[in-house]
Nanobody, 121 residues
Framework: QVQLVESGGGLVQTGGSLRLSCAASGRTISLYAVGWFRQAPGKERTVVATSALSEYYADSVKGRFTISRDNAKNTVFLQMNSLQPEDTAVYYC?????????????????WGQGTQVTVSS
């Protein structure tokens, strides 16, 4: 019922910035919990940031990344600053119709296809 499409990934140097976008269609997700996850090569998918009843950030990105929404455009963003090589991963957008923090554990109804972020130095 909800489709999510990520965009905005690419290759950046250490210390650079990127803004990822997640465009939702099918239903309005303004009242859904949303989140960003990432998966590096050979590693499990981990939570990056979520927005539900409150915002949550993984310790590794706290102070550098910001999750936000443009409800008029049904879009979620992830602003990534001070990027490090350790941030290299495929980034996935997710949405959960239950407006709670369970999305932080990877529980979500809808997932995007992912967008590659590569940080070089």
């Amino acid at each position: 019922q909800v489709q999510l499409v990520e965009s905005g990934g690419g290759l950046v140097q250490t210390g650079g910035s990127l803004r990822l976008s997640c465009a939702a269609s099918g239903r309005t997700i303004s009242l859904y919990a949303v989140g960003w996850f990432r998966q590096a090569p050979g590693k499990e998918r981990t939570v990056v940031a979520t927005s539900a009843l409150s915002e949550y950030y993984a310790d590794s990105v706290k102070g550098r990344f910001t999750i936000s929404r443009d409800n008029a455009k049904n879009t979620v963003f992830l602003q990534m600053n001070s990027l490090q090589p350790e941030d290299t991963a495929v980034y996935y957008c997710a949405a959960d119709r239950s407006f709670s923090s369970r999305i932080a554990s990877g529980r979500a109804d809808y997932w995007g296809q992912g967008t590659q972020v590569t940080v070089s130095s």
